[in-house]
Structure formats: structure tokens, C-alpha cells
């Protein structure tokens, strides 16, 4: 018979995400992934059919294949369609933004134009703080608020970098562009930094190779129609279902 799993108490209720405690397995946590989707800081709310279901399925295919790679991460099954067993970290209040293609709110801060495909992606750290709306931060600002170390800085971008050399010819192996994404780590009771969160078309901007078509967030963000047919659609390319 299947293990059960008891959920003890909610520990943490996001914008996309619950986690929760569970009987009998210290140092472990069950991921519930919502149908419920936002933007803009959670000004623009709605749900996304299946949303919960497809992003569990996507993360758990992901993180299985960035650990086969070697980058250590905090999944450790799929338990149900949308719950996942995790390990529990604590997370390191930065959100890391590698940028592939010029999108997003790079347009603003840059004069390149959309779909512009940079020579070098480009790394930025976000101060994870929704009282503030995850303000863009420097080295110095992380160091100085002592929410990181130099050297955790340092393990943090090169951990993105190594997930964006491996993720970039995987999405495009299924004719999708990673055009920017963001990741979330952690540190396990050792103090090892190590992936955590989701990636998802919540977290991914990812376009058509050929079309440009936007298939992630961006269609729910913007009005733009068909959001849960993106989403089907990417989960039939990487999935094959």
C-alpha cells in the first residue's frame, strides 16, 4: 500500500503554495500547489484551470532532472496530483532572476527591446518582501541588511547559472524558449544552500520557438487570452501529456 501522509499544521500559505507539517516525518513538508494565480503583487487575482495539478506535475519532472544533473534541491516525491514531499528549508529571503531574452520588467530598466536576446544572461537578486514589492537589490544591499553572505551570494549565482545552462537546452529540446525565470533557495539543517520553490509557467516566461507565442503567466498577467491552454501546453511538451 501507497504511505500516507498526515498533514499536522499549515506552516505557510503563499500565493500559489501551502506547506504544511507532517506527522511522523521531521524535516519534511508537503507542498500543495493552488489553482489560484496572481500578479502585480497579488493586485490582479484569479484562478487557472488545473494550475495546481500541471505546476506539481512540471516541478517534480524538473527538480528530478536538475538533481540527476547535480543540482541538490529540496524535492524528494510527488505524493498525489497536486502535492509533492519536500524537504524543509530555510529559505533565503532572495528571489534570483536570470534573464535569457530582454522581457519584462528589463524593458524598464533597460532601452532593449522585447524578444532582444542578450549576449550573456543576466543575473539580478530580489529582496524577497511583499511589504516592499520584492524591490531589486544589489550585493551590498544583501550584505548589509545581512539577509546573505558573500560566499552565499556567490553559491546562489552560480547555482543559477549552472540551472539556466541546463534548463535552456531542455526547454528548447521542446521548442520553447526560456526567456527569463526565477528561483527560490534555501538551506537544509547543515547550512547547505540548496533549490527550492517551483519551476513552473507561474515562474518561467517561455515562448514558442518558432511563433514567439507567450505560453506562461504573462497571458494571465496581460489579458492576453488562452491562459489555460498555455499552460496545457507546455505541460504536453515537457510531459507528453
Same mark, same amino acid.
Given at each position: 500500500? +501507497?504511505?500516507?501522509?498526515?498533514? &499536522? ?24 500547489? $493552488? =489553482?489560484?494565480?496572481?500578479? !502585480? ?6 484562478? *487557472?484551470?488545473?494550475?495546481? &495539478? ?24 510527488? &505524493? ?9 528549508? $530555510?529559505?533565503?529571503? &532572495?528571489?534570483? @532572476? ?14 532593449? $527591446? ?6 550573456? +544572461? ?6 524577497? =518582501? ?5 524591490? /531589486? *537589490?544589489?550585493?551590498?544591499? %544583501?550584505?548589509? /541588511? ?5 560566499? =552565499? ?5 552560480? /547555482?543559477?547559472?549552472? *540551472?539556466?545552462?541546463?534548463?535552456? +537546452?531542455? !526547454?528548447?529540446?521542446?521548442? #520553447? $524558449?526560456?526567456?527569463?525565470?526565477? #528561483? ?9 544552500? /540548496? #533549490?527550492?520553490?517551483?519551476?513552473? +509557467? ?6 514558442? @520557438? ?12 496581460? =489579458? ?5 491552454? %498555455? ?11
Amino acid at each position: 500500500m +501507497p504511505e500516507k501522509y498526515t498533514k &499536522i499544521k499549515k506552516i505557510y500559505e503563499g500565493k500559489a503554495k501551502k506547506l504544511y507539517t507532517l506527522k511522523g516525518h521531521r524535516g519534511l513538508l508537503l507542498q500543495e500547489f $493552488k =489553482d489560484d494565480a496572481t500578479a !502585480f503583487n497579488a493586485l490582479k487575482k484569479g484562478k *487557472i484551470q488545473n494550475k495546481g &495539478i500541471i505546476n506539481c506535475e512540471l516541478t517534480a519532472f524538473i527538480f528530478t532532472y536538475l538533481a540527476k544533473k547535480g543540482v541538490k534541491n529540496h524535492f524528494v516525491k510527488q &505524493i498525489n496530483e497536486n502535492e509533492m514531499l519536500i524537504k524543509q528549508l $530555510k529559505i533565503v529571503p &532572495i528571489e534570483v @532572476v536570470i534573464r535569457n531574452i530582454a522581457a519584462g520588467s528589463l524593458l524598464k530598466k533597460t532601452k532593449f $527591446k522585447e524578444g532582444h536576446e542578450l549576449s550573456k +544572461p543576466i543575473v539580478e537578486f530580489y529582496y524577497k =518582501d511583499d511589504s516592499l514589492g520584492d524591490p /531589486m *537589490i544589489s550585493d551590498s544591499h %544583501a550584505l548589509a /541588511m545581512k539577509i546573505a553572505t558573500e560566499k =552565499d551570494l556567490k553559491t546562489l549565482k552560480q /547555482m543559477a547559472e549552472k *540551472i539556466n545552462s541546463l534548463l535552456k +537546452p531542455f !526547454f528548447r529540446k521542446r521548442e #520553447l $524558449k526560456l526567456v527569463d525565470f526565477k #528561483l527560490e533557495f534555501g538551506k537544509d539543517s547543515t547550512g547547505k544552500i /540548496m #533549490l527550492g520553490d517551483e519551476i513552473t +509557467p507561474d515562474t518561467c516566461r517561455l515562448w514558442d @520557438v518558432k511563433t514567439n507565442k507567450k505560453l506562461d503567466k504573462d497571458r494571465f498577467r496581460f =489579458d492576453l487570452g488562452g491562459v489555460n491552454e %498555455a499552460y496545457a501546453e507546455v505541460r504536453k511538451r515537457i510531459l507528453g501529456k
